[in-house]
């Protein structure tokens, strides 16, 4: 019954913003770790950025520190991720992945980026492209 929907992808030109969003049903993410994962042809799989669920520390990919900002809003049982200054590089199917675990942000991001651990979303889109 837990349930995980992305959504605010689209098509933007570079250097453009996008911020995404991931629902959960069935249970409360303030409870879980939370992660977003990107998947593009022909490249590896990444864990984009990554947020704990005990402390709140968040980690993020080199290749889009300063640009992305991961946050989590338990009201609305809800985790955003705000991309800024987008590349056709950032062009890729993002996922909300979520687990109860206690793990720092950066070990939950290395575990997304090797298997589907947890509760998997369908993923939404992101296309950035003149």
């Known amino acids: 019954q837990l349930h995980i929907v992305e959504s605010g992808g689209g098509l933007v030109q570079p250097g453009g913003s996008l911020r995404l969003s991931c629902a959960a049903s069935g249970f409360t993410l303030d409870n879980y770790a939370i992660g977003w994962v990107r998947q593009a042809p022909g490249k590896e799989r990444e864990g984009v950025s990554c947020i704990s669920s005990s402390d709140g520390s968040t980690y993020y990919a080199d290749s889009v520190k300063g640009r992305f900002t991961i946050s989590r809003d338990n009201a609305n049982n809800t985790v955003y991720l705000q991309m800024n200054s987008l590349k056709p590089e950032d062009t890729a199917v993002y996922y909300c992945?979520?687990?109860?675990?206690?793990?720092?942000?950066?070990?939950?991001?290395?575990?997304?980026?090797?298997?589907?651990?947890?509760?998997w979303g369908q993923g939404t889109q992101v296309t950035v492209s003149s």
């Open positions: 992945a979520a687990e109860r675990l206690v793990v720092p942000g950066v070990i939950f991001c290395g575990i997304l980026a090797h298997g589907k651990l947890g509760t």
